[in-house]
């Protein structure tokens, strides 16, 4: 993954959303939002159709609906047609539903909320906070995965600033992080949790997760101190921050005699709404 929360979750009468900042708001999965409203089985279709009804909105469609990168359903970044909230009341315009009210006043909701994240930045974290522990987590989880997503942007801002490009660059650096620390990429650790595309690290444990900040701020420390420059010279820095955190596990779990890495993961179960810890 390139950035640590590029694509969150919203939640509509139990039903999934994508969403994303995008220029400093939200912009949501249009797929999701017509599944959502209509429970079409076949979106693209629905689509095909409501602009060829819809005329203005059709001609909207390609200014106002740009691919923006999103965690696809088969887990990995892609291009995913998405609109901003104004956008996304355009295309309600053009759905019957009987959920348009709701979900109007439900994106109006989310919305505002970004204005005041926006206004206090501590919002969101607090509000990050209280969607995790709504789903069960325990706190001493959540205080392990909240220090995480802080190591994360340190070390992406580190990138920034040396010159990495966003995307996938990214993406192969935190591949080579995980790769060192853990013998497995980010998309190969998910296949072996049993994961699409849920974000990997809400679903690691403690350990998992204490492993993985120790891999990111090592390879910042490095990247600092070593003053690496462009692509590059990143790439074999991360690898070296990895490897201190893959030295790290290995030595535990030779005196533990215990693997670190777990196919186990947060799933909830049909009926069961605890979490592993």
Known sequence: MDKEITTKIAIFQKKEIRKTIYNNEWWFSVADVIEVL???????????????????????????????????KDGKKRKITSANTEGIFRIIQSIPSPKAEPFKRWLAKVGYERIQEIEDPELATKRTRAIYKAKGYSDAWIEKRMRGIEVRETLTNEWKNRGVKEGQEYAILTA??????????????QKFKGLKRENLRDHMNDLELIFTMLGEASTTEIAKNKDAKGFIENKQVAKVGGSVAGKARKDLEARSGKKVSTNKNYLQKSGDRKRLD
């Not at 689509?47 to 819809?54: E, F, H, L, N």
């Not at 995980?178 to 190969?188: D, H, I, L, N």
């Open 38 to 72: 209509t429970n079409t089985a076949d979106v693209r279709d629905y689509i095909k159709k409501m602009k060829k009804r819809d005329k203005e909105l059709n001609s909207y469609w390609g200014t106002n609906c740009p691919p923006v990168e999103m965690m696809a």
């Open 176 to 189: 080579e992080i995980s790769r060192a620390t853990f013998g497995m990429t980010p998309s190969e650790y």
